[in-house]
């Protein structure tokens, strides 16, 4: 079983900098894949980010990749995600969350564990 918690979000202006962090419970984390989704009003949860369990392999959507980055400290069991150069269709509930295998990960049906979100608001 892990337990995710989301810290960080707030509101930012467009241009500004955020960071959201993920504490995780329990001692598979180190060997867990990670990611970060996020869910707009009125639209589906979308795929943001992942790493791999050791961090040395990360994958971005499109949407936030030269902005966003993605990190952990499995000493930590904490996983982060650095957001750059906000924009307000960024503007959504990030959530984190944890996958039962070494496999990267694109899809919600991919991870068995989720966080219960963090709000991040980017005005214009």
């Known amino acids: 079983q892990v337990q995710l918690v989301e810290s960080g979000g707030g509101l930012v202006q467009a241009g500004g900098s955020l960071r959201v962090s993920c504490a995780a419970s329990?001692?598979?984390?180190?060997?867990?894949?990670m990611g970060w989704f996020r869910q707009a009003p009125g639209k589906e949860r979308e795929f943001v980010a992942d790493?791999?369990?050791?961090?040395?392999?990360?994958y971005y959507a499109d949407s936030v990749k030269g902005r966003f980055t993605i990190s952990r400290d499995n000493a930590k069991n904490t996983v982060y995600l650095q957001m750059n150069s906000l924009k307000p269709e960024d503007t959504a509930v990030y959530y984190c969350?944890?996958?039962?295998?070494?496999?990267?990960?694109?899809?919600?049906?991919?991870?068995?564990?989720w966080g219960q979100g963090t709000q991040v608001t980017v005005s214009s």
């Open positions: 790493i791999s369990w050791s961090g040395g392999a990360t």
């Open positions: 329990g001692r598979t984390f180190g060997s867990r894949t």
């Open positions: 969350a944890a996958r039962s295998s070494t496999l990267p990960g694109w899809g919600t049906q991919d991870y068995d564990y």
